[in-house]
């Protein structure tokens, strides 16, 4: 997604998480750069004991904002690693080069074997880096729900052609697909990662993708943090759904939230904000939308209500597409 250069996008982000070992319900999980430790679990008569699984971590990269000249950005966008004790699934795949290379890094730091690639939804800047991963990392698979895999293969060419403009060569542009997903469920060491398919988000279909354990939810483009949202690809209808899905999501009772797109330094374990803000966010805009004689209009209503996010260029795109799509609809 674009935005406007801010000077203090530009940078990388990484934060690690895992489950708090203790807390009341409610409380947000807490950050650790450590591995999480095997548990023991005592034996029925006391006199044996077997390893449990060690609890799983969370480790996102959140590419810095990169310039595509006019003052203007694409959003900062995250790449979300679950780490086993041995083994990793990665959760989108990022697209400009030195990003892809970024992660690859993080993937090797952590000295797990890569098996799995989860693509959330068919948007470039969260698939269009799978190929130089699998070059990478051989042996990985990439997946993704059937309706995500249909929806790149029918729009694959046109989001070559849209980033290509805005980017040019510093884009990756992958060859191969994900493979469709025979079941809703990723398995990592025992351990059952749920693939939920949300439908609606910033386009459709989107998926999310649930880890029980640690009671966190990567959300692809479900969900934003911070950042001025993409809703000049939908209309109101559509809007209305994203925010059922917002609440799919909040079902879930997520103590960590990954949004797909986020403002550098806002953390990942603020679930109330986050889907509080995705669902306001929308409905300020449907709000301005409806009443607006101009995309200024919008503009200044949506930066007036989140002066501090990010992501500028989207608004004034979504801004645009509003009034135009409203003015098809009046008779000529």
């Given amino acids: 997604m674009l935005g406007r250069r801010r ?68 959003s900062p966008v995250t790449s979300t690693l679950i780490l086993g004790r041995e083994e990793a699934v990665l959760v989108d795949a990022q697209f400009v080069h030195e990003d892809i290379e970024a992660v690859a890094a993080m993937i090797d730091g952590s000295g797990r074997r890569l098996t799995t690639i989860f693509i959330t939804h068919g948007h470039a800047d969260h698939y269009f880096g799978i190929d130089r991963l699998v070059a990478r990392f051989p042996g990985v698979a990439v997946v993704a729900t059937p309706g995500v895999v249909e929806y790149i293969e029918a729009n694959h060419a046109r989001e070559v052609k849209t980033l290509a403009a805005m980017m040019g060569d510093r884009a990756a542009v992958p060859t191969s697909r994900p493979t469709p997903l025979d079941e809703p469920t990723i398995r990592l060491e025992g351990e059952e990662l749920r693939v939920i398919e949300v439908g609606q988000a910033d386009i459709a279909p989107s998926t999310v993708l649930h880890v029980p354990s640690l009671d966190a939810v990567i959300t ?63 409905r300020d805009f449907a709000a301005a939308a409806a009443c607006a004689t101009s995309p200024s209009e919008i503009v200044e209503a949506m930066i007036a209500s989140y002066p501090e996010h990010g992501n500028v260029t989207t608004l004034h795109f979504s801004a645009q597409a509003a009034i135009k799509a409203r003015l098809a609809q009046v008779p000529g």
């Fill in 220 to 282: 692809g483009d479900v969900t934003y943090n911070g950042i001025h949202q993409m809703l000049g690809l939908t209309g109101p209808e559509q809007w209305r759904k994203w925010i059922e899905s917002v609440d799919a999501v909040e079902a879930l009772g997520p103590r960590i939230v990954v949004a797909g797109h986020k403002r550098p330094g806002l953390g990942d374990d603020e679930p109330a904000r986050i889907l509080d803000e995705t669902r306001s966010y929308i």
């Fill in 7 to 74: 000077p203090h996008h530009a940078f990388r982000e990484h934060s690690r998480l895992r489950r708090a070992r203790s807390g009341r319900a409610g409380q947000p999980a807490v950050r650790d750069s450590q591995a999480g430790a095997g548990r023991r679990a005592r034996g029925a008569c006391g006199s044996r004991s077997v390893s449990a699984p060690a609890p799983l971590e969370l480790q996102v990269y959140l590419s810095p904002a990169h310039p595509l000249g006019g003052g203007r950005t694409f």
